[in-house]
């Protein structure tokens, strides 16, 4: 690559600038603009390179003009280093100009132009001038940074001394007078981490130079206060008020420069420490003979200045020496030393308006600290006009008077090269790194080259130099009114930490043209390392050239091919050269023929020149291209048309006789396995995959960046031979693509393979890597058919003939490499099927292998040799190989075989169903995943589709789980047909598994599997009631209670304790926001949830008293190779033993929140119904033995206990109206209240009997409350029960009186008055005082209302009131009839 000027920036409009700048010249200009630089635009922007200066002498004609068009040289200018604020003054004027996004079209292609966002005058005092400009850039302290600034400082000089800050946008941040002289010069130095080990940092610092002194601010400091000062101003603004507030003091030192007689420019190259020879050397010429010697060297400030005797001057600030401390003015204290000064900002203005008295008092100059002239450059009649240090500090430059331009060495001081005819020239500086490559990432051994930017004005010409001593190595033709910007500064304000990722410098050195574009240099590295006609920039430049003519190619044609030969040719570097080579295999749209005589050329060209002429690179280049010449001619026969096979209606029986080496009835086995696994479910459920990133078509430059080349010279030519390896770099679908591409044939029925096995044998790359790419897309699909297996045999007795014996024949006990390698692919691979055929194809020929080495056969000696069949009178199985079939490598053939025969029985399980289950199964997943994992896998299935315990086995014969048969819940005739698909593969599966898919396993992994999906969606309760249902099923003791354990502790326990705690803290039925909040779970969901874990305790108690063998569990044969995590049966079995209290003490909890949560209960706490020995005995771990409470407990907590189970009675017979009320419900939904309503009394009673109440009383409620609702037979069954015959008759009467009463005094009210006119005062007063109301269905037939009084008269002692009343009532019933 060679050096390029490119555009960098461009003005929005300049013509505006110039006009405010230099108004007189708006008016002369206005003619020329319309006639002469419109027309000449095309012409200057379009052949400056090449006729720049013939363009330029033409102008001479109007000298008016070219001397306007000067301004530029005449303007302050600073560029922003991060291109993004630019400043231009004149006079007392400035513009304030920022990258602003262009929405028109731009003739620089530039999308951002500098446009103007502040101008006017600046002048605050009479005559004041703006001297300097900078734009400095200033590093944000927010962590969030991208590397760009956070804002820029425009820092101006003027005339009267003073030194002001403003914002972007022309707001004035800080005004300091420092020297009442006319500021001449603004240089920065900002931070530079050390390039190496022992080289110093480059600290900041900001460098103002007055005629007779110079000021160095700190830039900490600088950076500190102008940032105070912009929060100050930002602050003010907002408030609306004016910025009054002072910003901190600035810590500056302050030089008087002496022995100089006039100094125009200066520059600061940072404090240095000499060497020991150097300090005694400069001890020695100051101090004479008697000159004293400190221990070590000190450490000095070096600024160099440019001037008039000497023309150049060195000057030392010593570091270290004591200096007063200069504050503000109305603080400091001034002290006349000689020594360097420390300062805080003096001289402050402020901020604002100010009265008229304080603008006339000027601030105090704090006086300077001499600094003697060390040495220089003395030249009496040269003048120095500017000096530009380089960006390592090694080198300055310097223009003079004489139309020079001087180098001087900074460390020696001495002047080392010189330029002459650069009158007011303009000079700059550009640093560029080593290109490092991408491997590569030690930044310590990366090179930098300096390059000298001289822009002679006069000449109209720019120049790029290698300093010191190197060549011109570029030059372009400019116009002559441009101006040359090198700030040499880069952002402000960062450190070790910050600096790295931040890109302080977006350019080193730009030119401005007069039409407004800016232009930037882009010089590479390797023109430091020769000159412009070496060899390497030569070669490089003619590679940039063929990668261009190649870019800008659409397609091939014999004009390229020449152009590409001839470039290749012309090329003297072989590194090179094979970079061109490379970067034309890698094209796509050209063909195999085209590479080919591209590459034929190359190796022409190259032996040609004979072999004393060649170098080691070259001889490596040309093996280099025979290596990609061999390859696309394997490209070219694989890409051959294949030729078709002669046509066979064999069977595939046959097939598989001739090629497997197996009998008849082995093949029909294997006919069978395959034609059963294929999935029976409809077959457009079916969907293929299809791979986007696996390339279905190879090009030649495709094709050739799979594989990589490690070329070596050796004496031998047969080292040439098998250097050919695929690229580790290439992506596994890339793999699989290569293997596709060369081995599409191998999947074909009716294709031939001879091509294909010429190619193998005669290409270079190693046979096992071949063995890899046919492997590795073999197993890629699961579309495999037994009628591909002659040509996937053909190839691999190939691929086997070529390996070496050792690979493919192991010792005794032991396995070969070779086939170890084909059974991990075959055995981690998901697509069974594919893996199947090819364990099958590699067993036979293992076994072929080891008979023709027992027969002392060579098995390289012919590949094509046919196969000995059995004839019919001998058959040849796997049991009846002879020495072969105990062969270590064919036992193993012979297990993974059975494996993945089980596998795809399995597979074909998990395939039943919808497609979103996942099916990706092997025998490697299997092996890994434990003793349970095929009964996991069969678990998750069945607990993903949904499926009850009921649909898979007769749940009404539960100790009778062995048999499969269909339940009785299934409701439609499809999900029919599907079950008793799904059972008919279950019962296969069990056959060839028994030990894995116990029926005692499988249970108590369904019952597993449903637990986590609810675990995972909270809300899918009913998945929690499968797990119950199919637990409930596991006959055996010990498993059922250990898989309940381990279900309470792992998923329920943490719910069930969180509800708990819940409803005892809002003391009814919590809303949805709540359960969702602290539980998880819906309020919908919540009755569900207590329900199943009262189920889930009360498994565990009634498991907890049964008492069974610990269960054995076996595993196939086939399998015994397993490892991994035990399985779930193991682990249940090993659960400790629970205690039986603690149960019972979490049951009655259980029972008790049921009934809140189905109840809809109201004033319920459900925790305070249990003594503190209680509550600190719930939710520990069931296999802990607390100190558990007693029945005997309070009688105020007894009463509450009471009290609630009592309105739980009256609840759950209330469930029993609502059925009753609603003619809606099923039969469904009505039976299962029934139920609901038979089974809380029982629980009630239960309680009751273990918080020791009377059962009695909770009998006396439940009849009553049964009367009450209408339910007589039922309340007649439960009126057995009770004990208590009086109390009872007591009660009921009540009951009875309320009936007879709704039926004479409501319903039947004429009747009801002749009748209570025949009875007894003291029945007609009992009758009318009771409330009907109070029944929830007090309307009865007159049957029932007798058999009740019946019932009363019956309980009641004679002799008693109530008896009196009883047998009253009776005779008042039967005259009702």
């Not at 900002?345 to 603008?359: M, T, V």
């Not at 029919?976 to 056959?991: D, M, P, R, V």
Request: glycine share 6%.
């Amino acid at each position: 690559m060679s050096c390029q000027l490119n555009i960098f920036a461009d003005f929005y409009d300049i013509n505006g600038v110039k006009n405010f700048l230099f108004p007189e010249l708006k008016s002369e200009l206005r003619d020329a603009e319309e006639n002469s630089d419109n027309e000449n635009w095309d012409e200057d922007w379009g052949s400056w390179e090449e006729q720049g200066d013939e363009a330029i002498p033409e102008r001479r004609e109007a000298p008016e003009s070219d001397d306007k068009l000067q301004w530029l040289q005449e303007c302050v200018f600073s560029l922003s280093p991060a291109n993004d604020i630019m400043a231009i003054a004149y006079d007392d004027k400035c513009v304030l100009l920022s990258q602003k996004f262009n929405n028109g079209r731009s003739n620089s292609g530039m999308d951002t132009k500098f446009k103007t966002v502040w101008e006017g005058s600046l002048r605050q005092e009479e005559g004041e001038k703006i001297m300097a400009l900078m734009c400095l850039p200033l590093a944000s302290q927010k962590r969030s940074m991208q590397g760009g600034p956070d804002w820029t400082c425009v820092i101006v000089g003027f005339s009267s001394g003073y030194i002001r800050f403003y914002t972007e946008t022309g707001t004035l941040l800080l005004s300091q007078l420092l020297q009442s002289e006319p500021v001449q010069r603004l240089k920065c130095r900002t931070y530079e981490p050390p390039r190496y080990l022992g080289d110093t940092e480059q600290h900041e610092e900001l460098l103002i130079l007055f005629k007779r002194a110079v000021v160095t601010i700190d830039g900490f400091s600088l950076f500190q206060s102008l940032r105070a000062c912009r929060n100050q101003v930002a602050r003010a603004t907002a408030s609306g008020s004016e910025p009054v507030l002072q910003a901190p003091p600035l810590a500056y030192k302050k030089w008087a420069l002496q022995d100089q007689e006039k100094i125009l420019d200066l520059c600061s190259c940072g404090v240095n420490t000499p060497n020991p020879f150097d300090q005694i050397r400069t001890a020695a010429m100051i101090g004479g003979p008697t000159a004293s010697i400190r221990p070590t060297p000190p450490a000095a400030g070096l600024f160099i200045s440019s001037g008039v005797g000497p023309y150049v001057g060195f000057f030392y600030a010593v570091e270290g020496s004591t200096q007063p401390i200069l504050s503000d003015v109305a603080y400091a204290v001034a002290h006349k030393l000689k020594s360097a000064i420390m300062s805080a900002a003096s001289g402050w203005l402020g901020f604002g308006s100010k009265n008229k008295e304080e603008e006339k008092q000027r601030p105090k100059i704090e006086p300077s600290t001499p600094l003697p002239h060390r040495f220089g450059l003395p030249d009496k009649r040269r003048q120095g006009d500017n000096i530009y240090l380089s960006p390592n500090n090694n080198y300055v430059a310097t223009t003079d008077s004489f139309g020079r331009v001087i180098l001087v060495d900074v460390e020696r001081g001495t002047a080392v090269r010189m330029w002459k005819g650069y009158r007011d020239a303009q000079l700059g500086w550009v640093q560029v790194k080593e290109d490092v490559h991408h491997g590569n990432k030690d930044n310590d051994k990366e090179r930098i080259a300096q390059f000298l930017i001289i822009y002679a004005p006069r000449r109209g010409i720019l120049e790029v130099w290698t300093a010191a001593s190197g060549p011109r190595v570029a030059a372009f033709n400019v116009p002559k009114q441009c101006r040359l910007i090198s700030p040499g500064y880069g952002m402000m304000g960062l450190n070790n930490v910050t600096c790295k990722g931040v890109k302080g410098k977006m350019f080193q050195c730009a030119i401005i043209e007069p039409s407004g574009i800016i232009k930037s240099l882009d010089i590479p590295f390797h023109l430091a390392l020769s000159d412009k006609n070496s060899k390497r920039a030569r070669d490089l430049h003619l590679l940039k050239k063929l990668k261009q003519l190649i870019k800008d190619s659409k397609q091939e044609s014999s004009e390229l091919q020449s152009a590409v030969i001839q470039l290749l040719q012309d090329m003297r570097i072989s590194d090179i050269s094979q970079q061109g080579v490379e970067r034309v295999l890698s094209t796509k749209y050209l063909s195999s023929q085209f590479l080919q005589e591209v590459l034929k050329s190359c190796v022409t060209h190259i032996t040609d020149r004979g072999q004393d002429s060649q170098d080691i690179n070259s001889k490596l280049l040309v093996r280099f291209c025979q290596t990609q010449t061999d390859l696309l001619q394997m490209y070219d026969k694989i890409t051959e048309s294949p030729s078709q096979s002669e046509a066979t209606d064999r069977d595939i029986t046959e097939i598989l006789m001739e090629n497997l080496l197996i009998t008849n009835s082995e093949s029909t086995h294997i006919v069978n396995q395959m034609n059963t696994d294929k999935p029976q479910s409809d077959t457009d459920q079916e969907v293929r995959r299809v791979r986007f990133d696996i390339p279905d078509f190879f090009h030649p430059s495709d094709f050739l960046s799979c594989f990589q080349f490690t070329p070596h010279l050796s004496a031998h030519d047969s080292m040439k031979e098998k250097l050919i390896t695929v690229s580790d770099s290439i992506s596994q679908e890339k793999k699989v693509g290569l293997g596709k591409f060369m081995y599409t044939q191998c999947t074909s029925s009716e294709g031939s393979t001879e091509t294909l096995s010429s190619v193998i044998q005669n290409c270079s790359i190693l046979p096992h890597l071949l063995l890899d790419l046919l492997v590795l897309y073999w197993l890629s699909e699961e579309q495999r058919t037994l009628q591909m297996i002659p040509n996937l045999h053909h190839i691999l007795k190939v691929l086997v003939s070529l390996t070496d014996k050792s690979n493919v024949l192991a010792k005794p006990n032991q396995s070969a490499v070779w086939w170890k390698k084909i059974r991990y692919s075959c055995a981690h691979s998901s697509n069974v099927q594919a893996a199947y055929i090819l364990a099958l194809v590699c067993r036979s020929l293992c076994v072929q292998v080891i008979e023709n080495q027992s027969k002392g056969k060579d098995p390289d000696a012919d590949t094509e040799v046919t196969e000995e069949r059995p004839s019919e009178g001998e058959e040849r199985s796997p049991e009846g190989w002879g020495e072969s079939s105990s062969h270590q490598d064919v036992e193993e053939w012979n297990l993974l075989v059975k494996q993945l025969e089980d596998v795809l029985a399995l597979k074909n399980l998990l395939r039943f169903g919808t497609m979103d289950h996942s099916t990706e199964v092997s025998v490697s997943k299997l092996l890994e995943g434990g003793r349970g994992s095929i009964s996991e896998a069969v678990a998750y299935l069945i607990a993903s589709m949904g499926l009850h315990p009921g649909d898979l086995y007769d749940t009404s014969i539960m100790d009778s789980t062995e048999r499969m048969e269909i339940g009785t819940d299934s409701e439609n005739s499809t999900q029919n047909t599907a079950i008793k698909k799904l059972q008919g593969y279950l019962i296969e599966l069990q056959k060839r598994l028994p030990h894995s898919l116990e029926n005692e396993v499988l249970l108590c992994n369904c019952c597993w599997e449903n637990a986590i999906i609810w675990f995972k969606d909270l809300d899918k309760v009913h998945h929690l009631g499968f797990a119950m249902e199919y637990l409930k099923l596991v006959t055996n003791a010990v498993l059922r209670h250990g898989v309940a354990s381990m279900l309470w502790h792992r998923f329920v326990m943490k719910k069930f304790q969180a509800l708990a705690q819940l409803m005892e803290k809002v003391g009814k039925v919590p809303k949805d926001r709540l359960c969702r909040k602290e539980v998880g779970i819906g309020e919908s969901f919540m009755p569900a949830f207590a329900e199943y874990s009262l189920d889930l305790i009360q498994v565990l108690r009634e498991a907890n008293c049964e008492m069974n063998e610990v269960p054995v569990f076996n595993i196939e044969p086939v399998w015994q190779m397993v490892r991994g995590p035990s399985s779930l049966v193991e682990q249940a079995i090993e659960q400790k033993m629970t205690n039986y209290g603690l149960l019972s003490h979490h049951y009655h909890l259980a029972v008790i929140m049921s009934a809140v949560l189905t109840f809809n209960m109201k004033s319920a706490k459900v925790l305070s119904l249990f003594d503190s020995k209680g509550k600190h005995a719930f939710f520990i771990d069931f296999t802990q033995h607390p100190l558990l409470p007693s029945q005997n407990v309070d009688s105020s907590l007894s009463s509450n206990r009471k009290e609630f189970l009592a309105r739980i009675l009256t609840c759950a017979v209330s469930t029993l109206d609502s059925s009753q009320a609603s003619p809606s419900h099923n039969l469904h939904q009505v039976s299962k209240k029934d139920a609901a309503a038979t089974k809380w009394p029982t629980l009630v009673l239960e309680i009751a009997k273990d918080f020791g109440l009377d059962l009695d009383f909770f009998k006396r409620q439940h009849v009553i409350e049964l009367y009450s609702s209408g339910h007589d037979k039922k309340a007649e069954e439960v009126l057995l029960t009770v004990n208590d015959r009086e109390f009872m008759g007591s009660q009921l009467l009540l009951v009875a009186g309320r009936r007879v009463a709704h039926y004479l005094l409501e319903t039947h009210k004429m009747e009801g008055v002749e009748l209570l006119s025949n009875v007894s005062p003291a029945l007609s007063t009992w009758l009318r005082s009771l409330e009907p109301g109070q029944l929830r269905k007090p309307e009865a037939d007159v049957k029932s209302v007798a058999m009740l009084v019946h019932h009363v008269a019956n309980y009641l002692p004679e002799g008693t009131s109530e008896y009196e009343l009883a047998i009253s009532l009776v005779d008042l019933v039967q005259s009702m009839h």
